[in-house]
Structure formats: C-alpha cells, structure tokens
Antibody
C-alpha cells in the first residue's frame, strides 16, 4: 500500500518561504509515476501547485510558477515543496499525492494533508 | 487556463435517490476528466478517471460519462456513506478542479 505523509512547519511568517516534505512509503519514487502538491483553502478550493517525476522534470501551475519549486530526493524516497514570499492567501491545507499519467492523469494516492497558516 | 465549472454547488437528497452532478470545461479536454469524493477533514479520494473508468474498489453505484466539454457523475442509489463533497478535475493541460458539489441529507 502506498502511503504519503506531509511534514513541515504549521506556521509561516508573511514574506518568508513555506517548505514541506512528503515522505513516500510502499512505493519507490524511482519506479516511476509523478508526484504532486495540491492545496485547499476555503477561498480558492482545490488548487494544483506543481508536479515532478523521478528524473526531476517539473510542471507548475502558471499563476504560481514564479513562487513554487518542487524537488525530488529519490535516495530518501521523498519530494518537497517550497513556496516563496508567502502571504495570508497561501494559508491552506497542503496535500502531497501520487499522479498516474494515463487517460490524461489522475491522483490515486493522497497524503492526509497538513495545515499551513501564514501569520506574523 | 482551462476552467471547469460544476453544478449544482450543493444538493439535498435522500438515501436511495439517483444523483447527477455535472462538470463543464471551458474548452475541449477529450476524456481527461476525473472525479473525487471528499469527506470533512480527509483528503479527496479518486472515484472515476478518464471520464468513465471506475477506480478499483469504488462501488458500481458510481458512474461517469461525457467527453469534450460536458461530463456527468451519477450515483445510481445514494447510500449514507455517499454524503460528501464531490470534485471534478481536468488533466488535459495541467490540473484544474471544479469548485465542488456538496451532497447533503434531505
């Protein structure tokens, strides 16, 4: 069974960088598929942030591309998210997930989500 | 950007009812449309991918149809555990989610 677990600070100050890591178990990232970050806030609903594969090829949501970085560490079987220059609008539950690239693509496994608040 | 619009935003239904939720894309997305169910405090769970393929383990009371710009999620007979919020998601270009449809008990 594939399991994903988000980890990182629950509180970030405005203008600073939000950093989260997703630990994957039950599946080797090096084996394939894609790995993604999605967030959910009351104001914006579910919002895709960015996706990476085991080779480090990345895809980003265009409106957020300038502030978002997704990276992968296959040796540790984990991938990470950084969002720069955060504001209160970045307050959300952040999910990491696995993406299957078939019939378009879809998420078949999600982490439980972690709430990140942006406040001074 | 491809926008996806769900309707209705909420509905009230009874156990045993047939429920239909629609999703419209702002341009053709072929069959690159997925449906998820989310319960409070939990991550979304995949129900249907590729517009009409049922994810393994999902009850056959769920079905999806459509192609191009118009898609439908149908629950043939609503069960108590089906009261939740449902989201469509396009994966033709990046990923965009609909705003959700909350299915409540009548």
């Amino acid at each position: 069974q594939v399991h994903l677990q988000e980890s990182g600070p629950g509180l970030v100050k405005p203008s600073e960088t939000l950093s989260l890591t997703c630990f994957v178990s039950g599946y080797s990232i090096s084996s394939g598929h894609y790995w993604t970050w999605v967030r959910q806030s009351p104001g914006k609903g579910l919002e895709w942030l960015g996706t990476i594969n085991h080779s480090g090829i990345t895809y980003y949501n265009p409106p957020l591309k300038s502030r978002v970085t997704v990276s992968v560490d296959t040796a540790k079987n984990q991938f990470s998210l950084k969002v720069n220059s955060v504001t209160a609008e970045d307050t959300a539950v952040y999910y990491c997930a696995r993406v299957i690239a078939m019939a378009g693509s879809y998420v078949d496994y999600w982490g439980q989500g972690t709430l990140v608040s942006v406040s001074s | 950007d491809i926008q996806v619009t769900q309707s209705p935003s909420s509905l009230s239904a009874s156990v045993g009812d047939r429920v239909t939720i629609t999703c419209r894309a702002s341009q053709s997305i072929n069959n690159c449309l997925n449906w998820y169910q989310q319960k409070p405090g939990k991550a979304p769970q995949l129900l249907i991918y590729g517009a009409s393929t049922l994810q393994s383990g999902v009850p056959s009371s769920f079905s999806g149809s459509g192609a191009g710009t118009d898609f439908t999620l149908t629950i043939s007979s609503l069960q108590p555990e089906d009261f939740a919020t449902y989201y469509c998601q396009q994966s033709y270009n990046g990923a965009t989610f609909g705003q959700g449809t909350k299915v409540e008990i009548k």
